[in-house]
């Protein structure tokens, strides 16, 4: 139980447990990596259990029986936000071969804390957007304006709120605040919410920045 609408804590022990690895300033890449997959796939397993299913017959080598698969009829588009989404996206494909991905590339301005536009591979309009099943993936959500910034970019092209989510793994209450006040209807998929922004608007306690404990760039 969490006082947001519309957020899901994944409170699972594994969950807990690889978040204590993550958060640790001397995990190295490689485990920092390894944990964030564990925790992708039962990040995962609750932003995926509401996809529509169509049944189907398939001939086991026994006999034919009636199955169900995930329908065709919606579109499932995942989009990482550069780069760290990256890590959630891998997972992501996996387990939904059938997605499209759809990368969406923006940076912090470091002292306005406002994302600049680099790269955006959505296209300039949907056809049937109510048939589109949206999964943005950032594994920090901070101040909450990248994630607005990218939710917009959906929402305009008519792809209702609904058919929307923001799937993290560390969210401030700051940026929680701010996605739902501007779309309470888009759920949000997060495995903790920290306690605060700092005044460079990395999340405390949190992980210090992830895309380069990601991809092993920090600087000493
Ligand atoms: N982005 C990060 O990588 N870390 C934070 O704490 C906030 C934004």
């Known amino acids: 139980m969490n006082n947001y609408k519309n957020v899901c804590v ?27 997959r564990r925790i992708t796939y039962l990040l995962f397993y609750k932003a995926t259990e509401d996809l529509e299913l169509e049944p189907c017959e398939v001939e086991t080598p026994l006999e034919i029986c009636r199955a169900e698969k995930i329908t065709s009829r919606n ?5 990482p936000i550069l780069r760290a989404g990256l890590i959630f996206s891998d997972i992501a494909n996996e387990i939904m071969p059938f997605a499209t991905v759809r990368h969406i590339g923006m940076y912090r301005d470091e002292e306005t804390l406002t994302p600049i536009w680099y790269y955006n591979k959505i296209p300039v309009e949907f056809d049937e957007p109510d048939k589109k099943i949206i999964l943005i993936l950032d594994p920090m959500l901070a101040t909450g304006n990248s994630a607005v910034e990218s939710i917009k970019l959906f929402v305009n092209k008519k792809v209702p709120q609904k058919n929307i989510k ?21 759920k949000i998929i997060t495995a903790s919410i920290d306690n605060c922004l700092n005044k460079n608007g990395y999340i405390k306690p949190g ?14």
């Open 75 to 79: 579109e499932i588009i995942i989009a």
């Open 166 to 186: 923001f799937v993290s793994l560390i969210s401030a209450p700051e940026g929680l605040e701010k996605v739902q006040s501007l779309y309470p209807d888009i």
């Open 10 to 36: 994944i409170k699972h022990p594994l969950c807990c447990h690889n978040l204590s690895i993550i958060r640790n300033k001397n995990t190295n890449a490689e485990m920092f990596r390894n944990a964030i």
């Open 207 to 220: 992980l210090g920045d992830a895309g380069d404990r990601i991809f092993n760039t920090v600087e000493n």
